[in-house]
């Protein structure tokens, strides 16, 4: 059973940064895409960033020039830094990954790691 286990996350002030980390059970390569995403208090869950299998990466339009996804397939880990932190980042934040099949799509999420920006 593939497994995501996200860490990371905490208390940070307004322009500050934290490195979250998804370590993956598997191959990140078995993965079409894996992407972070956030949830807010109240909010929908929206996604912020992602890398696929082909290395292409992906931002939402709200952490552009300040998130950056990475990853290291030999320690089968993805991480997101995010510097310039702002208020409206604090959120739960969750790993997903994907793989697609000619018939399915397969989809795991992580738990999640708390991130909190305040002055």
């Known amino acids: 059973q593939v497994q995501l286990v996200e860490s990371g996350g905490g208390s940070v002030q307004p322009g500050g940064s934290l490195r979250l980390s998804c370590v993956v059970s598997?191959?990140?390569?078995?993965?079409?895409?894996i992407s972070w995403y956030r949830q807010a208090p109240g909010k929908q869950r929206e996604s912020v960033a992602t890398?696929?299998?082909?290395?292409?990466?992906h931002y939402a339009d709200s952490v552009k020039g300040r998130f950056t996804i990475s990853r290291d397939t030999a320690k089968k880990t993805v991480y997101l830094q995010m510097n310039s932190l702002k208020p409206e980042d604090t959120a739960d934040y969750y790993c997903?990954?994907?793989?697609?099949?000619?018939?399915?799509?397969?989809?795991?999420w992580g738990q999640g790691t708390q991130v909190t920006v305040s002055s």
């Open positions: 890398i696929t299998s082909g290395g292409s990466r």
């Open positions: 598997e191959s990140i390569f078995s993965f079409n895409a």
């Open positions: 997903k990954a994907q793989r697609f099949t000619s018939y399915q799509e397969y989809t795991y």
